[in-house]
């Protein structure tokens, strides 16, 4: 089965740096288009990072310049990197996935079908 398990969410002070896991199975990264989302309660989801199978990368506005999205094909894993974290990144932040070649809006959660748990991450000021 496919499988989408997130790791690495915790308590940071602002500014401080946290690196998300997404581990996957039944399947292989290299063929598909992967995504990191957040959600914050009482708040519409939002895709915060992408990347196809091609390695290319998309990132939200909000977190252009703090945050990496990066896969390790061989491992079957996708990280965010978060640094310079800001009191306005608290949310759980899932994993999704899609078995596609082209992603046309790689922040939209309707391209994607196949979601993590998700790892709740908390930034205090």
């Known amino acids: 089965q496919v499988q989408l398990v997130e790791s690495g969410g915790g308590s940071v002070q602002a500014g401080g740096s946290l690196r998300l896991s997404c581990a996957a199975s039944?399947?292989?990264?290299?063929?598909?288009?992967m995504a990191w989302f957040r959600q914050a309660p009482g708040k519409e989801r939002e895709g915060v990072a992408a990347i196809d199978s091609d390695g290319v990368t998309t990132y939200a506005d909000s977190v252009k310049g703090r945050f990496t999205i990066a896969k390790d094909n061989a491992k079957n894993t996708l990280y965010l990197q978060m640094n310079s974290l800001k009191p306005e990144d608290t949310a759980m932040y899932y994993c999704a996935a899609v078995r596609s070649l082209v992603v046309v809006t790689a922040l939209s959660s309707y391209e994607y079908n196949y979601w993590g748990q998700g790892t709740q991450v908390t930034v205090s000021s």
């Open positions: 039944g399947y292989t990264y290299s063929s598909v288009a």
